[in-house]
């Protein structure tokens, strides 16, 4: 079955610093891959997507490479802020049927 | 577009109480809506998919009978937690989807709180 991994949190940073946060994925076919953001007592919002190999996502300035001879979808971000301090999700789909989600991981990003 | 309003946004109640939760599109129709568990520090688990007129299709090990989810119209679908106990208790999330195999797009969620 499909599963997506990715790294336990929470990341704290300080303003300005980079960001990785690792995701990997496990499919039997070619999936979709997305990066979820949920802030504080709210839903989810899309934040960026890749549908298929080498394409990369990007929004808000943040940035994911979709890349499938490592089955890996890591999100970037250069400088972070206060506001980016959510938790993130990494998902993958089959034709957008159904979402397999990672178990989040929670950014905190200090002044 | 693609607005998805849920209601109540945070409920608390007594044990044995049945509680409803009504997910909306607001500017789109909806042929699919899923529901979503949260629990704490962990992801969110699919617990049914409903399509627009027809019984919904729940995950392994949801009970059909204690989670009746209607989706009665294309721009509304109710998941109601019967008889809630404390273990009941989470964060549930709604996504609905213009047809199968579109992208999803998410309700705010509504934290239930069973006393």
């Known amino acids: 079955g499909n599963s997506v991994t990715q790294m336990e949190g929470p990341v704290t940073l300080s303003e300005e610093a980079f960001l990785t946060i690792n995701c990997t994925y496990t499919?039997?076919?070619?999936?979709?891959l997305f990066w979820y953001v949920q802030y504080p007592g709210e839903g989810l919002q899309l934040l960026l997507k890749a549908t298929k190999a080498d394409d990369k996502g990007s929004n808000k300035g943040f940035e994911a490479t979709y890349r499938k001879e490592t089955t890996s979808f890591h999100l970037e971000k250069g400088s972070v802020q206060v506001s980016d301090s959510a938790v993130y999700f990494c998902a993958l789909s089959e034709g957008y049927s159904t979402l397999t989600f990672g178990k989040g991981t929670m950014l905190l990003v200090s002044p | 577009g693609a607005v998805v309003s849920q209601h109540p946004s945070r409920v608390i109640c007594k044990s044995g109480t049945s509680v409803k939760i009504e997910c909306r599109s607001l500017?789109?129709?909806?042929?699919?809506m899923f529901w979503y568990r949260q629990f704490p520090k962990k992801s969110l688990m699919l617990m049914a998919t409903s399509n627009e007129g027809s019984k919904a299709t729940y995950e392994q090990g949801v009970e059909k009978d204690k989670f009746l989810i209607n989706h009665a119209s294309l721009t509304l679908s109710t998941l109601t937690v019967t008889s809630a106990h404390p273990e009941d208790s989470s964060f549930y999330i709604c996504s609905a989807s213009r047809l199968q195999g579109q992208p999803q797009h998410f309700g705010d969620g509504t934290r239930l709180s069973i006393l």
């Open positions: 500017d789109f129709q909806a042929t699919t």
């Open positions: 499919a039997t076919g070619y999936p979709s």
